[in-house]
């Protein structure tokens, strides 16, 4: 049974956006630009395989180009704005950073840190778990090890798909370190492990392309924290991958935190497959950047199996942030549950396009999608796209949409009780947020999340 | 600085309406201090419209007619500022508000008003003292406190938490928008017994309902019947009786 329902306000603005043409000309050439600087990037030692998925990447890279708003999953956002200067890998890490620079960053509780400046790793800030049954540590280091080498290999490049994602072509050339997390089977990690990538000023002009996989063997456990922050209002590009792979009966917790420079944009790819009987469960909160834009995809390769994915988007000024969600179900009697929500003040622009594919085999499965959105300004504007393919006949899935101002009755209620409208305001959009946030099962995570978007419609009221 | 012999709330030929249409048609209306007026009527007479505009919901228009709130013209004030100054409606239909927790809420709302009054925000652990003994006068368990807002409530736990506001805000008009329908005995009672141990000689109260059951309990000064936006008859609380006994029929062929 399928049940559709896209209910919008309404008023809501559903004209279409095409963002400022590119000229073909100026999009090429910087594409080559990118491809021309390929040749002189440095990379240190590093194993053939990996100079090989490099070289395979330009190419590809080469042949896509940057995408245009023709381009189907980029019809609402447009990247002229990262075209006007080429980035750069920055060569070599600033030693500026100090604890106390990250301290507000870090969660309360159990965590294991891992901090990257402007794409390389800070040792004397990170603390790495290199045990028998759980590995998490960079990238550079996990290729040291002659053993662990031969995992990352069995599992890099596995899941990114560079023959159709530009941006993901142009991380696989351009990668620099990033986190392995390996989880051996039957291991719960022993601690959260949270992948803090800082930006300072050295950062600007730079091209950041972080590169990470996590691997959790059949039922092994781990909660993955990626954030990205900036200290500063550098311009620069972050294009980050993320391979992950969920064992049979295994649990992920995978956050996102992305809270860029207001200069910086940000591209950031996560690539999943699950196994049987497992559960995914990834969490999307941005606030940051000029224009983000986060793509997260998952395969339900197992019977019996789980992902959820939810965000919450809070955007003002001209910010765009644009959430694209793939689900696959390719087995019986999988479930996937997504909630995103958003709330946009200013000029902002939002995106949400929600891709559910039902494979014909796939039956039973439960499909659940939802993206709400909290208008805060005439000049704020929402395009949300669900789009579900169904092939297999007895499957339950809905999804729906909707986009608005704050409840002109429940602002009136809180009015009644002597609240002002900018208080009033404050407090529904909290709420409004705070459901999506219930959904993080870690209350530190939560916490710093509430604080964060708390704070956040402080500055916009 | 009141004017001598100036009425608390004073409603002058007040026309009002919703989505193109009139519905209160010329309300005339004078309260004091220390009075409890009773607003009956019929369904759709427009009472609750009455109760809306006096405390500023912008849905409804006002197409005429004046009120002035100790000697201030009120329709031309926010909601809040209304709020601030004294005057509180407890609705008809309670709003929900999944994810603001009724303390929170609360303790919003009694800032705010303080901060208006030109006094400090209070205490949080003083604010948790005021509310537990406000509760009590509900009957109120305080496990309400964190939960959001009317969310989930049932009907009478809605009308409870009203009067729970009322208690904790202290206003000097209170409009009661049928805060007695579904509500069982005991839940009247208690309502009531709130509604009463809140009365002062410089509050006034204005309780609409639809039956005279809770007037047992709120014993009123006047009783204004409402129809077809007018008031076509007001009397004291054997008024509410006679109504009782022989429904609002007769009067509406008056009207
Ligand atoms: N939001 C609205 N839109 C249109 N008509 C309304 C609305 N609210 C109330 N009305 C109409 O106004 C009239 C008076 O309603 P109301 O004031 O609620 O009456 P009462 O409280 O006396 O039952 C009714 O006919 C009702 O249908
Ligand atoms: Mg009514």
Known sequence: ?461 | MSIKNEYMLDIKSLRAGIAEREILKGINLTINPGEVHAVMGPNGSGKSTLAQVLAGNPAYEVLGGSATYNGEELLVLEPEVRAQKGIFLAFQYPVEIPGVTNAYFLRSAYNEIRKARGEEEIDPLDFLDLIEERMKLVEMDSSMLNRSVNAGFSGGEKKRNEILQMAVLQPKLAILDETDSGLDIDALRIVAGGVNALRRPDNATIVVTHYQRLLNYIVPDFVHVLANGRIVRSGGKELALELEERGYDWLLDAA
Request: glycine share 8%; net charge negative.
């Open chain 1, 1 to 461: 049974m399928t049940d559709a329902v896209l209910t919008q306000a309404p008023d809501s603005p559903e004209v279409e956006r095409v963002g400022a043409p590119i000229p073909h000309a100026t999009r090429d050439a910087r594409a080559a630009e990118y491809v021309g600087q390929f040749g002189e990037f440095a990379r240190g030692q590093e194993p053939m395989w990996l100079g090989a998925q490099r070289r395979a990447a330009i190419e590809s890279f080469a042949t896509l180009g940057f995408p245009t708003t023709s381009n189907e999953d980029w019809h609402f956002t447009s990247v002229a704005a990262l075209l006007e200067r080429t980035y750069v890998p920055v060569a070599t890490a600033s030693e500026a950073l100090s604890a106390r620079d990250i301290a507000r960053f870090q969660f309360e509780g159990d965590w294991q840190t891992l901090v990257f400046l402007n794409g390389h790793f800070v040792g004397q800030l990170s603390q790495i778990e290199s045990g028998l049954k759980v590995y998490a540590g960079p990238m550079s280091d996990a290729l040291s090890d002659e053993a662990r080498a031969r995992i990352v290999e069995r599992h890099f490049g596995g899941l990114a798909d560079t023959r159709t994602h530009a941006f993901t072509a142009l991380n696989s050339a351009f990668s620099g370190d990033g986190a392995f997390i390996h989880v051996a089977a039957d291991t719960v990690a022993p601690r959260n492990v949270h992948l803090l990538f800082v930006s300072d000023d050295a950062a600007e002009g730079a091209l950041v392309s972080p590169r990470n996989a996590i691997v959790l063997e059949h039922h092994a456990e781990a909660t993955v924290m990626e954030s990205y922050v900036a200290l500063g209002n550098a311009n620069y590009l972050t294009n980050a991958v993320t391979e992950v792979y969920v064992g049979d009966g295994a649990r992920l917790r995978h956050y996102k935190i992305q809270r860029e420079s207001i200069n910086a944009y940000h591209v950031g790819s996560w690539y999943a497959n699950q196994g049987r009987a497992c559960t995914y469960e990834a969490f999307s909160f941005a606030i940051g950047a000029d224009m983000s834009r986060t793509n997260i995809a998952t395969l339900l390769d197992g019977e019996g199996s789980h992902v959820s994915l939810d965000g919450l988007y809070l955007v003002n000024g001209d910010q765009t942030v644009d959430h694209q969600t793939s689900v696959i179900h390719a087995k019986e009697s999988c479930t996937s549950h997504e909630l995103y929500k958003g709330v946009l003040d200013g000029d902002s622009h939002a995106v949400f396009n929600g891709k559910v594919y039902v494979h014909p085999e796939a039956q039973k499965t439960d499909g659940k999608q939802s993206n709400n959105n909290l208008l805060l300004s005439e000049g704020a504007r929402v395009d949300t796209k669900p789009q579900l393919e169904i092939y297999a006949d007895d499957v339950k899935c809905t999804h729906g949409a909707t986009i608005g101002p704050v409840d002109s009755t429940a602002l009136f209620y809180l009015k009644s009780r002597g609240i002002g409208p900018s208080i009033a305001i404050r407090l529904l959009t909290y709420a409004f947020a705070a459901e999506v946030l219930e959904e993080l099962t870690i209350p530190a995570v939560r916490d710093e999340l509430e604080r964060l978007a708390f704070e956040r419609f402080a500055v916009g009221a």
